[in-house]
């Protein structure tokens, strides 16, 4: 069984960063993809950022392309986001997920994914 668990959000001024870190534990955990996802009150959750176990393979969602960064600490089975220039739109709950097989062009859909952090909030205010 695979166990996620997402560090603290925060609050920070437009233009501000952040970094959010998971932390991820189960059976062969170091060959699962790690992503971020987001939501926000009656939206789809929308895939932020995906890397794949060997801590080298991106992807990111159009709207996040170079303001985010996604890495991965494999000896510490641990994904980061590091978000940087935030918009007021980049506030939402961020999630964690992570999957072993993800369909070719399958890795920033919500639905790629069975195993899931809790969830944290990040704000954005303008």
């Known amino acids: 069984q695979v166990h996620l668990v997402e560090s603290p959000g925060g609050s920070v001024q437009a233009g501000g960063s952040l970094r959010l870190s998971c932390v991820g534990s189960g059976r062969d955990f170091d060959r699962f993809w790690m992503t971020w996802f987001r939501q926000v009150p009656g939206k789809e959750r929308e895939g932020v950022a995906a890397?794949?176990?060997?801590?080298?393979?991106?992807f990111y969602g159009d709207s996040v392309k170079d303001r985010f960064t996604i890495s991965r600490d494999v000896l510490k089975n641990t994904a980061y986001l590091q978000m940087d220039n935030l918009k007021p739109d980049d506030s939402a709950i961020y999630y964690c997920?992570?999957?072993?097989?993800?369909?070719?062009?399958?890795?920033?859909?919500?639905?790629?994914?069975?195993?899931w952090g809790q969830g944290t909030q990040v704000t954005v205010s303008s």
């Open positions: 890397i794949a176990s060997g801590g080298v393979t991106t």
């Open positions: 997920a992570a999957e072993r097989y993800i369909g070719r062009g399958q890795w920033l859909r919500a639905d790629s994914y069975s195993n």
